[in-house]
């Protein structure tokens, strides 16, 4: 990836964070940033894998948004999962 990539990832995370809590259901006990941490982190996972299956995967595109969210939604079950092991 070159960084130009790797800038438009984490913009499209920041809003990637919201979008996957309003798709999941029930309630998400997290704050700003790690709805931020969520998206971002999601948008670079999306990337990888949609990558790994020869998905064109840059830039805002259908096939980048898509991939951005169902890897939030997948970060954000993690974390809710962590969180509620840990008592959170």
Do not use: H
Not at 4 to 10: E, N, S
């Amino acid at each position: 990836m070159i960084i130009t990539d790797i800038l438009v990832w984490i913009a499209l995370g920041l809003v990637m964070g919201y979008i996957a809590r309003a798709i999941l259901p029930g309630e998400q006990k997290i704050g700003l940033i790690p709805t931020i941490l969520v998206g971002a982190a999601g948008a670079f996972i999306g990337a990888y894998v949609g990558r790994m299956f020869g998905i064109e995967v840059s830039n805002f595109n259908l096939m980048s948004i898509l991939a951005a969210i169902a890897g939030s939604i997948i970060v954000l079950i993690i974390w809710c999962f962590i969180a509620k092991k840990l008592g959170k």
